[in-house]
């Protein structure tokens, strides 16, 4: 088969023939259709993202959809043609969805969504199954709490605000103001974060009592404001990017706790692949109902496009989730 290798950290991908793989026990071979682009790919392709513990050389892309063509010993909830999404590699040695094939696990797949085509599903499995991963298994998100999402317009916080709506929660993000339009489609209230400070936001939408639960999608001061931001003693701040180095004061003076979030734990130690599934399986249903719908960018990208997808994204002029297309 065809793939795309990296052999040197921020070099080009060589396209490349491959040995196809096999489905091994517990797998699924997919024929892959689409890989979804995450800011994480342009950082393992750099050397910039020693926690992913990308081997090279490397097929990488940690997110994928395309059709199951063969199974492995022991796989029983897929058959032949169905069509799946999943967060299935990418990093620690694991092969990627830049190729025309990968045999995956399949703990960690799920049918993809009917009213989605293998392009806008591909979009999907990393930014749900974190977004998920911290308001639900986390937060406990649920209905009648006040919930703040930094980034919301952001490819995991789109998603983080549309399932908190869906769990009845009362949702407030902070954004730019021309990102207004899409955040109020999706029910939730948009914070202007340039002209209001911490304190001024919570004093207008809480009565200065503070967010139930802050999800900081940004990190470094945006974690900072989280703290400040919650409600005390009952307050909960998750962070997906909580790499630095922070005051924890202004949190434990309030009597709040905090959670992390590292989606990729499951993919590196094989520990836990069983619920990446099963949360694709509730993205499904609520993909599906309406609930939540996918800001996919319209720019279409092919394997000999990747590096301009690549800086497409780097450049923040995509509107949407980056997809490149899997067409040799």
């Known amino acids: 088969m065809r793939a795309l290798v990296l052999e040197q950290f921020n070099a080009p991908y060589l396209d490349s023939e491959v040995s196809t793989p096999v489905a091994g026990e517990g797998q699924v071979l997919v024929k892959i259709a689409a890989s979804g682009v995450n800011p994480l790919d342009l950082k393992i392709k750099s050397g910039q993202a020693a926690h992913a513990q990308a081997k090279l050389p490397?097929?990488?892309?940690?997110?994928?959809?395309g059709t199951v063509i063969a199974l492995g010993a022991g796989v029983t909830d897929f058959t032949v043609g169905d069509e799946v999404y999943g967060m299935t590699g990418g990093i620690a040695g694991v092969p990627g969805s830049l190729a025309e094939y990968a045999a995956v696990d399949a703990a960690l797949i799920a049918k993809k969504p009917a009213n989605l085509s293998m392009h806008e599903a591909a979009a999907v499995p990393l930014i749900f199954i974190t977004a998920w991963e911290g308001l639900v298994d986390r937060a406990n998100v649920s209905t009648g709490k006040n919930v703040l999402i930094h980034g919301g317009a952001g490819g995991v916080g789109h998603v983080a605000v549309q399932i908190a709506k869906a769990k009845g929660a009362l949702v407030f993000t902070t954004v730019t103001p021309e990102q207004n339009g899409l955040i109020e489609s999706y029910g939730a209230v948009p914070i202007d974060y340039n002209s209001?400070?911490?304190?001024?936001?919570?004093q207008q939408y809480t009565n200065g009592e503070g967010f139930d639960i802050v999800f900081d999608t940004v990190g470094g001061a945006v974690l900072d404001a989280s703290f400040k931001a919650a409600r005390q003693y009952f307050g909960h701040v998750i962070s997906i990017l909580g790499w630095g180095t922070h005051h924890l004061a202004p949190l434990s003076f309030k009597g709040a706790t905090y959670s992390g979030v590292f989606t990729l734990y499951p993919l590196?130690?094989?520990?836990?692949r069983k619920h990446h599934g099963e949360i694709l399986n509730e993205a499904t249903k609520l993909i599906e109902s309406g609930s939540v719908k996918l800001n996919v960018d319209e720019k279409i990208f092919k394997p000999a496009t990747i590096e301009n997808a690549y800086q497409y994204l780097q450049e923040g002029a995509n509107k949407g989730k980056v997809v490149v297309d899997i067409s040799f």
């Open 58 to 65: 490397a097929i990488l892309g940690i997110d994928l959809a």
């Open 196 to 202: 209001l400070s911490v304190e001024e936001y919570v």
């Open 268 to 272: 590196i130690s094989g520990k836990g």
